[in-house]
Structure formats: C-alpha cells, structure tokens
C-alpha cells in the first residue's frame, strides 16, 4: 500500500451496520406487540377459565413470568412457539420474558417500544427480574427507567439490592445456604508438579486475599523477579503460605516466656452513602465499595466481628467538592473521589473497576487542566491509550458525564445511567486536538 495514501474510511459500513440493526430491533418491536396482544387474548385466571378439554386433559394456565403477570393457556402457547420457530422450551422462556416486561416492568417495555432499549437487554433484566416479588420488581423497573446503557454487573446488583429492600429474610437464608458451599480445594500434582486450586469464599475473605497476593507480587517484581503477573501472584500465594507455617517458629519472650504471634488483620474501609432513608432506619442495605455490591447489615456485622479487624473511619466525603493541587501527581484522595464517583472506566460500555484504572487528565495539565476531581477521569490502560495514541476523544459537560466522540465520528455519552449513543447533532463537540 502506498504509505501516502490515507486508508479508506469505513464510516459508510459502520453506518449501514448501525441502521440494520434499527431495522432488527424494531422487527423484534412488532413482534413483542404482536406476542403481548396474543398474551391478552389467551389469559387464563384458572380451571374455570380454561378454553377446552381436549383428550381427557385440561388446557389450563401456565405461569411463564413472575409473581403478578397473567398465566397464560398452556395449549395456545404451544401453538404460538411453533409459529415463531422457536424449541418448546426456548419459545416459552422468550415469550415468558416479554409477558414479563409488559405486565411486571413497565418502563422497561416503554423503553424497548420507544426505540431506547434493545430486546435483548430488556430479556437478560427479565431473566433477572423473574424470581423477585412484584414489589421488589417494580422497583427494579423504576430504576432502570432511563438506564438503556446499563451493565450486566451493575443490574446483577440492583436486583440483589432488590431482594434485600423488599425480601430480607429470603435474601439472608440464600446467603446463609449459599455461604454452606464455601471450599478451598487443592487437586492432584500433574506431570509437571503442578497443582489446581478451586475454591468459593466470601467476598470480604476473597478481597482480602487478592489484595495480599497483588501486594506481594509487586514486591517480588522490585525485587528483580521478572516473572510474568500471574506467576508472580502464584508465587506470591505460596509465600503466605509459607508465613503462616513459619507461625510456629517463634521464640518466647525471655522475660515473660510468653508466645505472642501477631498477623496482619483485615483492614474493612465502609463508605456508607447516607440517605434519607438510612437516617430513618428503613433501609437494610449497605454498599461495599471495594466489591461495588451491596450487602446486608448482617454481613457487615460478621465481617467487624471477625478476629483482628481493623476498622477504618474516614471523614465524610463530599464528592463535588473542588480540591486542585498545583502538582501533575495526583494525590490518593483525589483517586478516592474519582473512583467514589464513577465506579468504572468511563469509556462507552468498559466496566473495569476504576480502582483498577489510570487517572487521565480530561484537559491535559501542560494546557492548565487541573490535578482536581473536577478534571480527572478514571479510563483503564486500554482505553487510556486509545484516547491518547488514536482519534478517540471525549469532553466532560459536568464531572461523571462524559461525551466520547469515536474516530468516524459516532458519539455515545457515558454516565452513572450507563452507555447511550448520541444522535442529536446539536450536543457539543469534543474539544480540539
């Protein structure tokens, strides 16, 4: 290829991938309307409401969406699976998951016959939604409802915050029953002396353990290991091991002959939002950060009550306040608030932790952008180094919402109600080179 000619633009395929997949969604628009419209006219309230016997059996309702959705006549369903096309039970789950969205997740369905949220995002909230009460569904809907970018992550999260507000005494056994399948397991050595470990934890107990190998990896490295990451970590692993084995060696006290072995404790730092509602005592849920879930108060309990815990208390955190230092640096409290405030990396649909994530400065601090909250966004390497070695740019109108514009120009804003594309022209531009 001759090096001075400028590669094609592939904006024109980009462009007709974008518009067929508006054609499909709103195929699969009319197909829902069609199946909510077949859904009305085939609701059976019971025995009595039963359309027909045929062959001795009874065409009774079948319960295929969660509490408070209409049954539906078991013996039209099946007629209705075969017209789509679809198997037995992969047709009744689907359709199963549209009577879910119009009947129990209102805005959920608005949303999808809008054009705002694709079909098959609102199938994976309705696959996640069917086990809750009504009540505690309906509250999931009222969040959602303008949060078409949301992630998979974050809406496994609000419907376990869900059955925590809503049912919290179910929600406590299933952590109880759940927490009885907690192992540690070593498997046989293989022909190279190695071993696999498998093992269910809880999440405290797994931070914890994941932030002494990483710590201890680093150590390693500047050390002189040049061992990759991940067996640096292994080795690491090995080495707490060893530290715990050690224990035993200890040497009494020559002037008491006592035996004293003090190990690092677990360090728990809570950033507990406080609302309204935490005041009045009405909410049960408490937010870890350092796992971005919520968890029950009877967690948090076990997890202070646990043997040399120390527990962290910081001063209370406005997260819009404006703190600029003058150095490029940026200091670990400015980190704090940017991972306080926009969770992950704020490149469109990227969901790594932000405390996993480089600190970018959105106006570069050599043109006078500030080493200020205000100023800093948190993107992981990959995306750091897109926005900084490629065309891919974004402008921030107010801090935690970002506006990215992509090398042939599609827009999509990020902020805390997820990824959405931007078709309005009228928004503004990203700020120049």
């Known amino acids: 290829m001759d090096l001075g000619t400028r590669p094609r633009s592939t904006a024109p395929v980009l462009s007709r991938l974008s518009a067929g997949i508006q054609v499909r969604n709103q195929l699969l628009v009319e197909e829902w309307a069609a199946i909510v419209e077949w859904a009305s006219d085939h609701i059976v309230t019971g025995p009595e409401g039963a359309a027909t016997i045929t062959e001795g059996y009874l065409d009774t309702g079948v319960p295929i969406a969660g509490a408070g959705a209409p049954l539906v006549s078991e013996f039209a369903l099946m007629e209705l699976v075969a ?14 998951r549209v009577i879910e969205c119009a009947w129990r997740l209102p805005n959920v369905y608005d949303a999808v016959v809008a054009g705002r949220l694709a079909p098959w995002r609102a199938e994976r909230i309705a696959d996640l939604t069917r086990g809750l009460s009504a009540e505690a569904a309906g509250f999931v809907d009222r969040q959602l409802w303008n949060a078409s970018g949301i992630g998979w992550a974050q809406l496994e999260r609000l419907v376990a915050e869900a059955m925590l507000r809503f049912d919290p005494d179910n929600a406590e056994t299933d952590r109880a029953k759940a927490a009885d399948h907690r192992h540690f397991d070593i498997g046989d050595v293989d022909e190279h002396g190695l071993v696999h470990l498998d093992g269910l934890m809880d999440a405290a107990d797994g931070h914890d353990l994941d932030q002494a190998v990483a710590r201890r990896a680093e150590v390693l490295g500047r050390l002189g290991d040049d061992s990759s990451l991940d067996v640096r970590r292994s080795k690491a692993a090995a080495e707490l091991a060893r530290q715990d084995l050690a224990l035993d060696l200890l040497v009494p006290d020559p002037a008491t002959g006592e035996v004293v072995a003090t190990v690092p404790g677990r360090k728990v730092v ?6 309204d509602t935490t005041l009045a005592g009405r909410n049960p849920v408490g937010r870890w950060e350092e796992g971005r879930s919520p968890v029950t108060t009877a967690q948090i309990r076990e997890w202070l009550r646990s043997k040399s815990t120390t527990i962290i208390v910081r001063p209370v955190i406005d997260l819009a306040d404006h703190l600029p230092v003058t150095a490029y640096e940026i200091p670990d409290r400015h980190k704090t608030r940017v991972a306080l405030r926009d969770h ?21 601090h050599d043109r006078g952008g500030p080493t200020c909250p205000c100023n800093l966004v948190p993107l992981c390497r990959r995306h750091h180094r897109a926005k900084t070695h490629s065309t891919w740019r974004y402008e921030s109108p107010m801090p935690g919402s970002y506006v990215w514009t992509s090398p042939n120009g599609f827009r999509f804003r990020v902020d805390h109600r997820g990824t959405h594309p931007v078709h309005d022209t009228g928004d503004p531009s990203p700020p120049d080179e």
Not at 270 to 275: E, G, I, P
Not at 344 to 364: E, L, M, N
């Open 270 to 275: 809570l950033n507990v939002h406080v609302t």
């Open 83 to 96: 017209v789509l096309g679809r198997t037995p039970d992969g047709g009744k789950a689907y359709v199963g």
């Open 344 to 364: 992950t990396c704020r490149f469109p649909h990227c969901t790594r932790p932000a405390t996993r994530c480089d600190i970018d400065h959105a106006k570069p």
